[in-house]
């Protein structure tokens, strides 16, 4: 953590205590040691500023390292769920029913934030596929793993809905 050797107020700027004892030990410069004690205190919060934005850097290059191998495993684990058939056939009926059994669980308040933040997150999707299939009123096979896994959804879906079969109950 980064000490303030100095304080600047509307303009003023006051040093602290320890300034004025390295000052005093830099007495026998004479008028010089105050100027010199200041000065140091200065050129001793650059190199602090500069090992803090060198620390700061590294602590991004660690996260963003970090971040891009995570999202390196979801796209190999999206890759394997498309890899090993991720196709599913469903009515309306059973998206509805789905979507009613989950609202009912996201909204226990004794779910894990994980099990919320997933919930949520399949509600929307699913939400948005019904309103696309009822809107459509077309046959066509959900592409699951590309509409939850890649956010392209909305292409997902209309590539998929051409692609196979979906029947759904009006």
Do not use: C
Not at 1 to 14: A, K, N, T, Y
Not at 137 to 162: C, E, H, K, P, Q
């Amino acid at each position: 953590m980064m000490r303030e050797l100095f304080h600047l107020d509307d303009g003023v700027v006051s040093f602290t205590e320890a300034v004025s004892r390295v000052a005093d030990a830099l007495s026998p410069l004479g008028a010089a040691a105050r100027t010199v004690a200041e000065l140091s205190a200065l050129a001793a919060e650059l190199r602090q500023i500069a090992l803090e934005r060198q620390r700061t850097e590294a602590v991004r290059s660690i996260s963003l390292a970090a971040l891009g191998q995570r999202q390196r495993e979801v796209e190999l684990a999206a890759a394997e769920m498309r890899w090993t058939g991720s196709e599913v056939t469903l009515s309306s009926a059973q998206l509805n029913e789905a979507i009613s059994r989950l609202t009912v669980q996201v909204m226990d308040r004794y779910i894990s934030e994980d099990e919320r933040m997933i919930g949520h997150q399949s509600l929307q999707t699913m939400a948005k596929l019904s309103v696309q299939l009822n809107q459509a009123r077309i046959s066509g096979t959900v592409r699951w793993s590309d509409d939850l896994l890649n956010g392209g959804w909305f292409n997902a879906l209309w590539t998929s809905i051409f692609a196979s079969r979906l029947e759904l109950e009006t």
